[in-house]
């Protein structure tokens, strides 16, 4: 729920500079859900993260009935039903996934600006992998905000979680920074929700991770090192996200800057709910890609604080909140955490 705040406050001002957002909300930028005049809508990448949170459900699903499955295959066909919600045809070559309740809520349905390069992949009909990858040179920001529930499995080792991230990111997005960056991240989520650290433990163990991976793409690790080594400078992040960071447009960037305005935001923050929204209002107030960078801050603190970090007045502007959580309760039951 924390990543799909994030993404809703980003998403109303994704297309926007910061230039561009300061003229429509004023010198502070986008501060409060509020400030919409409406509800506020989630983009593609809450339906996709809730299509992936799907398809790990019917994996464990087909685990409990003690049938072994593709996890990254099951995924695939989860992300090819989201496709035809967006009235995209898919390849004949495509097989045809057996409908699932999800696919059947109409929020669900709504174009909210999803990746080109997402579309394209998935819309070919082949499945990509890390050894035979799709858009090899696609490292785009939209391939980590999707990768946040892989870190939520119990039960589930860290590098697993984190090998599933990145096989699942290689089903749209073949350059090696993307693949990688999604597996940092669902390693990092699985250290805040299953691992007892806080976020700059969870991050540092991310950065290990991602630097001794084999064939590691390098800018994985020094990214995830800037974001804690500018945090630590001692910046409280008034000042905006540094520009060492990126513009968000990458995956690596985005991740980077969510995790970075998480950690400047955390020691000036009297509660988890004025953490949460310093962190978040940060995030989007940027040039690049502040739907993203909203959803990696909002998905890092929601795992790492619970509900208790959620503003109830954004909660009460959401779009679908109840079946954001109806998911999340079905993860519960079909792994025997609830």
Same mark, same amino acid.
Not at 19 to 46: H, V
Not at 195 to 215: Q, V, Y
Not at 293 to 311: D, H, K, R, S
């Given at each position: #729920?924390?990543?799909? /705040?994030?993404?809703?406050?980003?998403?109303?001002?994704?297309?926007?500079?910061?230039?561009? &957002?300061?003229?429509?909300?004023?010198?502070?930028? =986008?501060?409060?859900?509020?400030?919409?005049?409406?509800?506020?809508?989630?983009? *593609?990448?809450?339906? @996709?993260?809730?299509?992936?949170?799907?398809?790990?459900?019917?994996?464990?699903?087909?685990a409990n009935d003690g049938v072994a499955a593709d996890e990254a295959a099951i995924l695939w066909l989860a992300y090819l039903r989201w496709l035809a919600t967006q009235e995209e045809p898919a390849s004949a070559a495509?097989?045809?996934?057996?409908?699932?309740?999800?696919?059947?809520?109409?929020? @669900?349905?709504?174009?909210? !600006?999803?990746?080109?390069?997402? @579309?394209?992949? /998935?819309?070919?009909?082949? #499945?990509?992998?890390?050894?035979?990858?799709?858009?090899?040179?696609?490292?785009?920001?939209?391939?980590?905000?999707?990768?946040?529930?892989?870190?939520? &499995?119990?039960?589930?080792?860290?590098?697993?979680?984190?090998?599933?991230?990145?096989?699942?990111a290689a089903l749209t997005h073949g350059h090696a920074s993307a693949i990688q960056t999604a597996a940092a991240y669902g390693w990092l989520i699985h250290c805040l929700v299953h691992g007892g650290l806080d976020p700059a433990g969870a991050a540092s163990s991310a950065r290990d991770h991602a630097a001794a991976t084999p064939s590691a793409d390098p800018?994985?690790?020094?990214?995830?090192? *800037?974001?804690?080594?500018?945090?630590?400078?001692?910046?409280?992040?008034? !000042?905006?996200?540094? *520009?060492?960071?990126?513009?968000?447009?990458?995956?690596?960037?985005?991740?980077?800057?969510? /995790?970075?305005?998480?950690?400047? +935001?955390? $020691?000036?923050?009297?509660?988890? +709910?004025?953490?949460?929204?310093?962190?978040?209002?940060?995030?989007?107030?940027?040039?690049?890609?502040?739907?993203? +960078?909203? +959803?990696?801050?909002?998905? &890092?603190?929601?795992?790492?604080?619970?509900?208790?970090?959620?503003?109830?007045?954004?909660? *009460?502007?959401?779009?679908? $909140?109840?079946? &954001?959580?109806?998911?999340?309760?079905? /993860? =519960?039951?079909?792994?025997?955490?609830?």
């Amino acid at each position: #729920m924390g990543g799909a /705040l994030g993404n809703s406050l980003g998403y109303l001002v994704h297309a926007d500079d910061i230039a561009t &957002i300061q003229a429509r909300f004023g010198p502070a930028g =986008l501060l409060d859900a509020s400030q919409a005049g409406e509800q506020i809508q989630f983009g *593609a990448d809450t339906q @996709l993260t809730l299509y992936t949170l799907d398809g790990l459900i019917e994996a464990l699903e087909w685990a409990n009935d003690g049938v072994a499955a593709d996890e990254a295959a099951i995924l695939w066909l989860a992300y090819l039903r989201w496709l035809a919600t967006q009235e995209e045809p898919a390849s004949a070559a495509a097989p045809l996934p057996q409908p699932r309740w999800i696919d059947r809520q109409d929020i @669900l349905h709504h174009r909210r !600006d999803p990746d080109p390069t997402v @579309l394209s992949a /998935l819309a070919s009909g082949e #499945m990509g992998t890390p050894g035979r990858p799709l858009n090899p040179l696609a490292r785009g920001a939209a391939v980590v905000a999707r990768s946040a529930p892989f870190g939520l &499995i119990p039960h589930l080792p860290a590098t697993v979680a984190a090998t599933l991230a990145g096989n699942a990111a290689a089903l749209t997005h073949g350059h090696a920074s993307a693949i990688q960056t999604a597996a940092a991240y669902g390693w990092l989520i699985h250290c805040l929700v299953h691992g007892g650290l806080d976020p700059a433990g969870a991050a540092s163990s991310a950065r290990d991770h991602a630097a001794a991976t084999p064939s590691a793409d390098p800018s994985v690790a020094a990214a995830l090192d *800037a974001a804690l080594t500018l945090a630590a400078a001692g910046r409280s992040g008034t !000042d905006g996200i540094p *520009a060492e960071l990126g513009n968000g447009n990458t995956a690596t960037e985005a991740l980077a800057m969510g /995790l970075y305005t998480v950690l400047a +935001t955390e $020691a000036a923050a009297a509660s988890p +709910t004025e953490h949460f929204l310093s962190a978040v209002r940060l995030a989007v107030n940027i040039d690049g890609a502040s739907e993203v +960078t909203g +959803t990696v801050a909002g998905a &890092i603190l929601g795992a790492f604080y619970g509900e208790e970090c959620l503003p109830q007045a954004w909660l *009460a502007l959401a779009q679908a $909140a109840g079946l &954001i959580q109806s998911m999340a309760k079905n /993860l =519960l039951e079909v792994t025997g955490a609830s």
